[in-house]
Each structure stands twice: as C-alpha cells, then as structure tokens.
C-alpha cells in the first residue's frame, strides 16, 4: 500500500499560539484526507483535497495539497483547547478502495 | 451522515478465548472496513467486509485469527480468536463516506487483554 510520512509526531503549544502538521509521499497521490480524533473518541473526517495546489478552510483550519500532489499540511491559526486531539492525514492505495493513515500528530494545548 | 454502532464498547477478556465485535450502520453500505489501533498508535486496516464473499485481508492480518462475517448490507462482525495480551487494541469499524473515498468510523471497541 500507499506510503505517508506525518510530522511532528506530537506538539505541545499554548492557547493561542498556531499549529501545523504535514504529511509527504514519495508518490504523486490521486487525494489525501484529513481526520482528528479526540482523546477517547474515533476518528472524524475533516476535509479531502483532490486538486493540485488546492487551499481549503474550515474556520481556523487551513488545509493545503502541494503542487506536485505529494505532500499536504494543515494549519491551525489561534489554537484553543478544543483543538486538542490527534490529526491524522490518510491516502487511498492505488487500485483498492482502502486507506493508509499517516502516524499522525499529536497536539495539546495549555489553557 | 451514516450512523455507526458497535458492541461491545469496551471488554477485558482473558488469554485464549474470543471476542466478538459487532458494527451496525443505519443506511445500506457496500464497503465496510476493519481497523484496529494499538495504545498510542495509528490506525492499521485488518480487512475489508465484503457483503456476500469472503472478507478482504491486509497483509499480516489472517482469517483464522479475525474471522469476519459480513450478512447484509448494514451490518458486520469481527471476531478476535485465541487473544493474547497484545490483541489489546482499539478495534473500529468504518464504512464509506459521502464523499467517494472517505470513511466514517465507529465508536470504537476498547479490548483488554489480560
């Protein structure tokens, strides 16, 4: 399957302060997906990117797909304490419907 | 949205017996996805569910050892057979989203092997 790195592994920030999360492939990817899981909870899909050089937003939340369409990042401007969770970025595995998640990234956020 | 359920929500078993999981969703879907999260990693697909054949496996995952059946169109069993202490994982189920290719997960089956 679909191989993705995911960086930094985890990140401790304060209230306020802005956040950010990327994940590369070696391979040109058809898309990538975006989900956070909450401490305690399950994976929640966040956004899709299928163009290059796509920018998408959701609120505080900027998701980016590169030019190449081999990495991509999300952006948190002005954390807060809900923000806290594991962000995770996912790719399909070519010919198969299946996904492969990144080890994703861990923030917390001090009040 | 689908709506996702699973049972049981949490276990702790002993080594050598089984466990079964339940997943129910609330519209008809065609893929539904095994997945299972060890303490503080990310998540591992075990298989895909198949409606009407045999389950789908991903490398280092076997039937013997996750026997899945999938009867109808909303719902699917997983089954964790002979568990040792490292079978204790997070196992989540997901079905295919509204967007083509996304996924919606379940809660979550918290397993605990002792």
């Known amino acids: 399957g679909q191989q993705v790195m995911q960086i930094p592994q985890y990140q401790h920030v304060q209230e306020g302060e802005d956040f950010t999360t990327y994940c590369n492939s070696s391979?040109?990817?058809?898309?990538i997906q975006w989900y956070k899981q909450r401490p305690g909870g399950h994976p929640v899909f966040l956004i899709q990117?299928?163009?290059?050089?796509e920018v998408k937003k959701q609120k505080r939340l900027t998701f980016q797909f590169g030019e190449a369409k081999k990495n991509s990042s999300l952006h948190i401007t002005a954390t807060q304490t809900t923000d806290v969770g594991t962000y995770f970025c996912?790719?399909?595995?070519?010919?198969?419907?299946?996904?492969?998640f990144g080890k994703g990234t861990m923030l917390l956020v001090s009040p | 949205s689908a709506v996702i359920s699973q049972k049981p929500s949490r276990d702790i078993c002993q080594r050598g017996t089984s466990l079964t999981i339940q997943c129910q969703v609330d519209?008809?879907?065609?893929?539904m996805f095994w997945y299972r999260q060890q303490p503080g990693q990310s998540l591992t697909l075990i298989a895909t569910?198949?409606?009407?054949?045999?389950?789908?496996?991903e490398s280092g995952f076997v039937i013997d050892k996750f026997p899945i059946s999938r009867p109808n169109l909303t719902f699917s069993t997983l089954t964790v057979s002979n568990m040792s202490p490292e079978d204790s994982s997070i196992y989540l189920c997901?079905?295919?989203?509204?967007?083509?290719?996304?996924?919606?997960f379940g809660p979550g089956t918290r397993l605990l092997v002792l």
């Open positions: 997901s079905v295919e989203g509204e967007l083509r290719e996304t996924q919606y």
């Open positions: 391979t040109t990817l058809s898309n």
């Open positions: 990117l299928v163009k290059s050089g």
């Open positions: 996912a790719v399909m595995n070519s010919g198969y419907s299946t996904l492969t």
């Open positions: 519209s008809q879907v065609t893929m």
């Open positions: 569910a198949n409606q009407g054949s045999e389950a789908t496996y």
